[in-house]
């Protein structure tokens, strides 16, 4: 699992950073944004089971924009602030893209979605700098990066 934030990225629980892999913490303190998941790719059945994971974590206070390839465009920070419940073209990748979540929350969630089994994904936290990036931006960044680790791995 990937998870781009600006330079950084995370695989597997760990962040990595310019310097190399950092473990994600339990920090209770909030992570840069409002709380709110951008979801990409997604049926209507697994944002369902999306919503009830949420409720079962007691996060059920993050707002979710869907979206979709009409705002392929827009930069993040413009989506967050327009959540949308639809979207009229899915777009074709399947990503997440969290923000406002304590480090504790983040890995309590990616815990439960692993257990759950739900589907691979592309992963990105939203930091001061990722959320000037059109959402078409990151998820052509992010789908590099799951390719490139991917040959890391298979060499």
């Not at 992570?31 to 997604?42: A, E, S």
């Amino acid at each position: 699992m990937y998870s781009k934030t600006g330079k950084n990225f995370n695989h597997g629980g760990f962040m990595a950073h310019k310097e190399g892999f950092k473990k994600v913490g339990s920090s209770e303190k909030s992570m840069y944004g409002p709380r709110v998941f951008i979801i990409c790719g997604y049926t209507e059945e697994e944002l369902e089971r999306l919503s009830r994971l949420l409720q079962d974590l007691n996060m059920d206070d993050i707002q979710l924009a869907v979206a979709g390839d009409e705002v392929g465009e827009e930069t993040l920070n413009s989506i967050m602030e327009n959540p949308r419940k639809d979207s009229s073209t899915p777009v074709a990748d399947r990503a997440m893209i969290m923000a406002g979540i304590t480090e504790k929350e983040l890995k309590k969630f990616m815990d439960k979605w692993k257990k759950i089994g739900l589907p691979p994904q592309l992963w990105a936290v939203l930091t001061p700098t990722s959320e000037n990036w059109t959402l078409n931006a990151l998820l052509s960044e992010l789908k590099n990066e799951a390719a490139t680790m991917n040959r890391q791995e298979n060499s």
